[in-house]
């Protein structure tokens, strides 16, 4: 199993405080995401990283920011939590986002967040 | 947009196969992904097929592409209560990125 370590794996807070997601990997790849898994919506992407300080937005970033100073830790924010933001988060990484080489993404066990 | 559908549930008979059906809208994609999550864990990637393949079997797992009709299908022989997760369809797109399904929860009846 690739290197993946995500913390805390449960968290249970209230609305409007802020909450950080770590995502640790040990496989020195250069590619990391945090999606989030919601009932009937399968997995949606919030943000990704191709490299230290350098990140994009996916479909669902509103309400997240995200932070990578180092090549094996990738933080998602939850700068003030609202309760549209309970599910749960994963984090991936890969190797390339290479289409023409084989290169699919690795997932961490995940992170199940409240917020009441 | 780029988009992946696939059922939600199945229910099979334990040792009966299971075909889990996936379609996408793609025509670009190159690599073709399905993915297991059991209970409390994150997607572990079960195998893949890349677009200029029709088959591919590895032990009791065999992946069919249809790619005229943009339609993957993930068989699993002889289907045991260990099988039983939510198996996700992934394609990459031409976009460069990975575009999940939401996902076929397969249940297995004694």
């Known amino acids: 199993d690739a290197g993946i370590t995500q913390s805390p794996r449960h968290k249970v807070t209230e609305t409007g405080t802020p909450v950080t997601l770590r995502c640790h990997q040990t496989?020195?790849?250069?590619?990391m995401y945090w999606y989030r898994q919601d009932p009937g919506h399968g997995l949606r992407l919030i943000h990704y990283?191709?490299?230290?300080?350098?990140?994009d937005k996916g479909e669902v970033s509103d309400g997240y920011s995200v932070s990578r100073s180092k090549t094996e830790d990738f933080l998602l924010t939850l700068e003030s939590a609202t309760s549209s933001q309970t599910s749960v988060y994963f984090c991936?990484?890969?190797?390339?986002?290479?289409?023409?080489?084989?290169?699919?993404?690795?997932f961490g066990d995940g992170t199940r967040l409240s917020i009441l | 947009g780029e988009d992946v559908e696939q059922s939600l549930f199945l229910s099979v008979r334990e040792g009966d196969s299971s075909v889990i059906n996936c379609t996408y809208t793609?025509?670009?994609?190159?690599?073709l992904y399905w993915y297991k999550q059991e209970p409390g864990a994150g997607l572990q990637l079960l195998t893949y097929?890349?677009?200029?393949?029709d088959m591919k079997q590895d032990q009791r797992l065999t992946v069919l592409l249809n790619k005229k009709d943009k339609h993957l299908s993930l068989r699993i022989a002889d289907t045991q209560t260990g099988d039983s997760a939510i198996y996700f369809c992934?394609?990459?797109?031409?976009?460069?990125?990975?575009?999940f399904g939401s996902g076929t929860r397969l249940s297995i009846r004694p």
């Open positions: 992934a394609e990459y797109s031409s976009a460069s990125k990975i575009i």
């Open positions: 990283s191709y490299g230290v300080k350098d990140t």
């Open positions: 496989e020195n790849h250069r590619y």
């Open positions: 793609d025509s670009s994609s190159t690599y």
């Open positions: 097929i890349f677009s200029n393949m």
């Open positions: 991936a990484i890969s190797e390339s986002m290479d289409r023409g080489t084989n290169q699919p993404q690795h």
